[in-house]
């Protein structure tokens, strides 16, 4: 008999107001379309859901289609999405989600257990599909429709996922066309889509245009068009938000975010961030079959280098004189916002900032100085001089690289900072051609994802394609301990499988984890109500688990004509009945996966 773990709620989740149109004061303002504009300076690799890594192209994704559970808005417990209930059988193999029967595709269409069913055994069949979220499949045994509204997912082991398959649904009728998924730009507009928007044209460094899914099953947006556009750097898009010709703006850098205060129609928000930045170490990249790629610098192979780069660095200046106090030093790959799984090194185990001790270790690793004052491999030969790689359109990497540069000077080792468009950048990092590279990664509630891009099989194929590794760690350590925390389904137990898995990551240091920034954001509030957070309080408007803020997002005339609520508040009392509900029925929450390097 099956135990059942199941969550039943009606259509509308959790309680939360449908935001259809209010009707409005004038009759120029029910005419005229209601827009919000984002300003976006991060590229887009690709609208393609199952190639899509970068944070505004999932961001987007996320618009587009819907997936089996979401996010809450207000603490990121897994809710009802596509599944609108779902049970586990008592060996915890076997999965059953019941697809509710009022979502539908844009075009019209029903969307059914079958377009569930085709989406992950895509995924299961076809290399390309899973460069994105290969990880939920990677233990799949099988996925089946029995009928149009039940999908039925086996697993070869215990899985603490399953309500966190942060996959896109994609339509078959569409999607069983497409002859190749990796090349395939998911350009056909409109793009055929479940979620709260429809993807209707899409200009690269230009912008991304969506209008309102007024049939999308939780409720009409109350926005007509939502537009991306896309600035070269964060200081064009502050004057763009200045002047009123965007709406909203992330990704500020402190400097902007300290101007901004007391502007006349402008709000400001600062959450505590979901993503960490990393100094990328390349340790020797490979392919997934182990055959060497790249041309990374041998030195960077040996654990002694590494670590003495981890101690040239001082993490509390960077938060300071970079971050302007806007963020936490890092250590893990998990920000202190996730509770559970972060985790952070004893007084005894920190690589702490030590000039000394870096010099230390390398001197007893046989790294001599030369006349120069750089340091040479043991045998004399290759200096230790490093391609340090940061990207040229994120303001913060210029100042950063500098930083780091001068610390590893101090320690025989000459960097030469080289700072490149995003594109650019992320075709040498998955090319393996670095040496040290300034990046990051979003971590979403549930912290597989993160810890899935540092496993033996995110490297990438012979042929370039497939996987999404974070720096090539290939460690079978690591890999023993993965395979206890996937399977782990007492989310206490695994949390401290997951820090365990950190304090390893730590140890090899194929990454320094530099810092937790603080999400700094602006929006114009003579234009729009507050925007709904997540979490709230205190959480980000832009890259969120879920849709919430833009689904719910309500101008101002709209906001004054229905009483002025703000987006969901009206709806949070509903999300506390619905959290009980869940503590009842629900006895282990699995959280959610997946997101991205910037």
């Known amino acids: 008999m099956a135990g059942c773990l199941s969550l039943c709620v009606d259509p509308g989740v959790t309680g939360l107001p449908v935001p259809g149109g209010a009707a409005t004061a004038h009759a120029a303002e029910q005419t005229r379309p209601k827009t919000l504009r984002v300003a976006i300076t991060r590229g887009i690799d690709t609208l393609n859901p199952f190639l899509a890594v970068f944070a505004t192209s999932t961001e987007i994704n996320r618009l587009m289609y819907d997936f089996l559970t979401a996010y809450d808005p207000k603490d990121t417990h897994p809710v009802p999405g596509l599944a609108e209930s779902w049970e586990v059988s008592t060996d915890k193999l076997t999965w059953t989600y019941r697809i509710r029967k009022n979502a539908k595709w844009s075009d019209g269409q029903p969307v059914t257990a079958r377009d569930v069913a085709f989406t992950y055994r895509l995924m299961l069949r076809d290399e390309d599909a899973r460069t994105a979220n290969g990880n939920f499949v990677a233990n799949f045994a099988s996925v089946t429709a029995p009928d149009d509204w039940t999908a039925v997912f086996r697993t070869k082991t215990p899985q603490a996922t399953m309500l966190a398959l942060d996959v896109p649904i994609v339509p078959e009728h569409v999607w069983k066309n497409v002859k190749d998924i990796g090349d395939y730009q998911n350009d056909q507009y409109p793009v055929v889509g479940s979620g709260p928007f429809i993807l209707v044209d899409y200009k690269p460094d230009q912008y991304v245009k969506l209008k309102a899914n007024k049939n999308f099953w939780r409720g009409a947006p109350k926005l007509d068009e939502l537009v991306y556009r896309y600035y070269k750097n964060t200081d064009a898009a502050v004057q763009a938000l200045r002047k009123g010709e965007v709406d909203v703006v992330g990704g500020l850098t402190p400097a902007q975010y300290d101007a901004l205060k007391g502007e006349p129609g402008i709000a400001l928000n600062k959450a505590q961030g979901s993503r960490f930045y990393e100094l990328a170490i390349n340790p020797g990249a490979a392919t997934v079959t182990g055959e060497p790629i790249g041309d990374g610098h041998p030195a960077l192979r040996d654990q002694r280098v590494r670590r003495a780069i981890h101690h040239a660095i001082d993490k509390k200046t960077l938060v300071q004189k970079v971050l302007g106090g806007y963020g936490e030093p890092g250590a893990g790959y998990l920000p202190a916002r996730f509770k559970d799984f972060h985790w952070a090194p004893n007084p005894a185990e920190a690589i702490d900032f030590d000039i000394a001790k870096a010099n230390q270790i390398l001197d007893q690793a046989g790294y001599r100085r030369g006349p120069d004052g750089v340091r040479t491999m043991p045998e004399g030969s290759q200096p230790l001089k490093f391609r340090l790689l940061g990207h040229n359109d994120r303001p913060l990497d210029a100042p950063l690289a500098q930083h780091i540069a001068g610390w590893l000077e101090r320690i025989g080792i000459r960097a030469d900072v080289r700072l490149l468009a995003s594109a650019r950048l992320n075709e040498v990092w998955s090319a393996g051609e670095y040496d040290l590279a300034l990046g990051g990664w979003n971590a979403n509630p549930d912290p597989d994802y993160v810890l899935s891009i540092q496993k033996c099989d995110q490297r990438p194929a012979a042929s370039g394609k497939g996987?999404?590794?974070?720096?090539?760690?290939?460690?079978?350590?690591?890999?023993?301990?993965?395979?206890?925390?996937?399977?782990?389904?007492?989310?206490?137990?695994?949390?401290?499988?997951?820090?365990?898995?950190?304090?390893?990551?730590?140890?090899?240091?194929?990454?320094?984890?530099?810092?937790?920034?603080?999400?700094?954001?602006?929006?114009?509030?003579?234009?729009?109500?507050?925007?709904?957070?997540?979490?709230?309080?205190?959480?980000?408007?832009?890259?969120?688990?879920?849709?919430?803020?833009?689904?719910?997002?309500?101008?101002?005339?709209?906001?004054?004509?229905?009483?002025?609520?703000?987006?969901?508040?009206?709806?949070?009392?509903?999300?506390?009945?619905?959290a009980v509900m869940a503590g009842v029925v629900v006895n282990r929450r699995r959280r959610a996966t997946a997101d991205d390097r910037e």
């Open 467 to 578: 996987g999404t590794t974070d720096n090539f760690l290939c460690d079978a350590e690591y890999e023993a301990l993965y395979a206890q925390q996937i399977q782990e389904l007492d989310r206490a137990k695994r949390a401290e499988i997951v820090k365990r898995m950190q304090q390893r990551l730590y140890e090899l240091s194929t990454a320094v984890i530099l810092y937790y920034a603080y999400e700094l954001e602006a929006y114009r509030k003579d234009r729009f109500a507050p925007f709904q957070t997540q979490p709230d309080p205190g959480g980000v408007i832009l890259h969120q688990d879920g849709y919430w803020s833009m689904w719910s997002a309500t101008p101002v005339s709209a906001e004054r004509s229905s009483g002025g609520t703000g987006p969901l508040l009206g709806g949070l009392a509903g999300l506390a009945v619905l």
